[in-house]
């Protein structure tokens, strides 16, 4: 079978264009605020988007038609082209000089993971930092989901791309037309980011923080416009609050939230990996929330009235930190790694959970570990009785075998990559913990790490190399990892 280069060029023309587009909205920003960047993120908006134009332009007679193969080249050659192009801003403007830390921060900002190698984050012109915000609003529900959107027009049908792209191991419909699900999923995503904005607002955020936090909130994401993070509103509750329940509602799949508007709570209820996914939030919060109250100190909040001293503090932080780490947000209030030994480790465990599927958070994903668990318990049943047919039911459904086989591969191949990842970063002289630390945090797309990379510091210490290879684990992490491990095999490439 013959690729069908011209579609592949095609679409990363359309997306350069998008991209291109976005950068604008970064340029008003920066204008309305003149805060001196505003030629250079034009001028990167110019450039991106009449690359983007030439290149629809020379591949005008493709064939339209995208077939799996070429699917999985557009999702993840966009993702590194949107990438690629989307550092120009830091480039063009001088806050970032080097190409290596402007393609970290920028891959960093596509993939949801909101790692960073800023130092002081506040020195960044408005502009810029709305743009780091939005590169994370992009990639959460992903740029190719947008332009399944808007593929139609084109009279190019999407639906190989959005099986290749989906979050988590199930895509499930809201209409007969997956363009149409594309609409639906990004005007929930748009409607959440607008709420949490207002909501923010009236907090006592300024507008341009709020806006920018929901962008990244909604995303998982983590890039903040402080240096301390949300640390820097410990002494207002309330906007912690609201983070939180936007977090876990970013974390849950957009499916249930459009059952919700529905109506359809009970479904939403019913759901096996949404009741999961709650009730680790709730246990995982309870349990170091007693640690942390009995064990560890947590940042007092003073002067206002929700204050219930050291126990609601160290309910909120841990609640927020929880949330944080599972929905692979990233956000930080205080830093974890200070909370006794046996917290450090069990965050580090909640590294590999991950949201829920259909999410936009990374990590492996509660409905993997559900069918893992569900069908490592079911081999003792299968061991006494060899000759029954004993399957593994999901939501009172049977799970195909195909199905599971596939997620006990995915969840060997993570792990393997996860390994594979910290020797690389160890072999490059970084120290144990900082290694395992990195290679978790960028291959579940979290953020923050340990040692080296603890949640109040940044991955501007990791050699050249080491940065690039943390770039290679977001994009394999947050592409469900097939997606991008598939191009490296020899077969993949052969005609067939």
């Known amino acids: 079978m013959q690729l069908n280069s011209k579609?592949?060029?095609?679409?990363?023309?359309?997306?350069?264009?998008?991209?291109?587009?976005?950068?604008?909205?970064?340029?008003l920003v920066s204008g309305i605020y003149d805060d001196g960047a505003t030629l250079s993120i034009?001028?990167?908006?110019?450039?991106?988007?009449?690359?983007?134009?030439?290149?629809?332009?020379?591949?005008?007679?493709?064939?339209?038609?995208?077939?799996?193969?070429?699917?999985?080249?557009?999702?993840t050659f966009g993702w590194?082209?949107?990438?690629?192009?989307?550092m120009l801003p830091y480039l063009f403007s001088g806050a970032i000089p080097s190409v290596t830390n402007a393609f970290f921060e920028t891959v960093s900002g596509y993939t949801t993971t909101g790692a960073s190698i800023l130092d002081d984050?506040?020195?960044?012109?408005?502009?810029?930092?709305?743009?780091?915000?939005?590169?994370?609003?992009?990639?959460?529900?992903?740029?190719?989901?947008?332009?399944?959107?808007?593929?139609?027009?084109?009279?190019?049908?999407?639906?190989?791309?959005?099986?290749?792209?989906?979050?988590?191991?199930?895509a499930d419909k809201l209409h007969p037309r997956i363009t149409d699900t594309a609409k639906r999923l990004w005007l929930i995503y748009v409607g959440y980011t607008l709420a949490e904005t207002l909501l923010l607002k009236l907090a006592g955020m300024?507008?341009?923080?709020?806006?920018?936090?929901?962008?990244?909130?909604?995303?998982?994401?983590?890039?903040?416009?402080?240096n301390l993070s949300v640390a820097y509103w410990n002494d207002q509750p309330m906007i912690q609050y609201i983070?939180?329940?936007?977090?876990?509602?970013?974390?849950?799949?957009?499916?249930?939230?459009?059952?919700?508007?529905?109506?359809?709570?009970?479904?939403?209820?019913?759901?096996?990996?949404?009741?999961?996914?709650?009730?680790?939030?709730?246990?995982?919060?309870?349990?170091?929330?007693?640690?942390?109250?009995?064990?560890?100190e947590v940042p007092l909040t003073e002067y206002h009235p929700m204050v219930l001293g050291q126990a609601e503090s160290a309910f909120r932080h841990t609640l927020f930190q929880v949330v944080s780490v599972i929905t692979t947000t990233g956000f930080v209030s205080a830093d974890f790694t200070s909370w006794t030994p046996f917290m450090t480790v069990f965050f580090f465990g909640l590294m590999f959970l991950g949201g829920s599927a259909g999410s936009t958070s990374g990590g492996i994903k509660v409905m993997r570990h559900i069918l893992?668990?569900?069908?490592?318990?079911?081999?003792?049943?299968?061991?006494?009785?060899?000759?029954?047919?004993?399957?593994v039911r999901y939501n009172n459904k049977t799970v195909k075998e195909k199905i599971v086989y596939n997620i006990i591969a995915f969840f060997v191949l993570y792990m393997l990559l996860f390994i594979i990842g910290a020797l690389v970063l160890g072999a490059m002289g970084i120290d144990f913990v900082t290694a395992i630390g990195g290679s978790a945090s960028s291959l579940g797309n979290v953020g923050p790490a340990f040692g080296g990379l603890y949640p109040l510091s940044n991955f501007n210490g990791l050699p050249d190399a080491g940065k690039w290879w943390c770039g290679f684990l977001m994009l394999a992490g947050r592409l469900e990892l097939f997606t991008v491990l598939i191009l490296l095999t020899p077969y993949f490439w052969k005609r067939t």
């Not at 939005?134 to 808007?150: D, K, N, Q, S």
């Not at 300024?206 to 994401?221: K, P, R, Y």
Request: some cysteine.
């Open 42 to 75: 034009a001028l990167a908006a110019i450039t991106t988007m009449f690359i983007g134009i030439f290149a629809m332009f020379y591949t005008k007679g493709h064939k339209k038609e995208v077939k799996r193969k070429e699917g999985y080249i557009i999702v």
């Open 243 to 296: 983070i939180i329940v936007f977090m876990f509602l970013a974390g849950s799949n957009f499916v249930l939230s459009y059952f919700a508007f529905k109506g359809k709570v009970q479904r939403v209820l019913r759901d096996e990996e949404f009741r999961y996914y709650g009730g680790f939030v709730v246990i995982f919060t309870l349990v170091s929330a007693l640690v942390v109250y009995f064990h560890a």
């Open 80 to 86: 590194l082209v949107m990438s690629f192009s989307g």
């Open 206 to 226: 300024s507008f341009f923080d709020a806006i920018n936090h929901s962008l990244a909130t909604l995303s998982t994401g983590g890039f903040s416009t402080k």
């Open 372 to 391: 893992i668990i569900k069908n490592g318990l079911l081999e003792f049943k299968r061991t006494l009785h060899p000759n029954a047919i004993i399957p």
């Open 7 to 27: 579609i592949i060029f095609h679409i990363m023309g359309l997306l350069l264009l998008c991209n291109g587009g976005f950068m604008l909205l970064a340029t």
């Open 121 to 170: 984050i506040e020195v960044l012109p408005k502009g810029l930092l709305f743009w780091r915000s939005l590169t994370h609003w992009i990639g959460g529900m992903g740029i190719i989901v947008l332009a399944i959107a808007i593929l139609p027009l084109l009279g190019i049908g999407g639906m190989q791309l959005f099986a290749a792209e989906a979050p988590g191991p199930s």
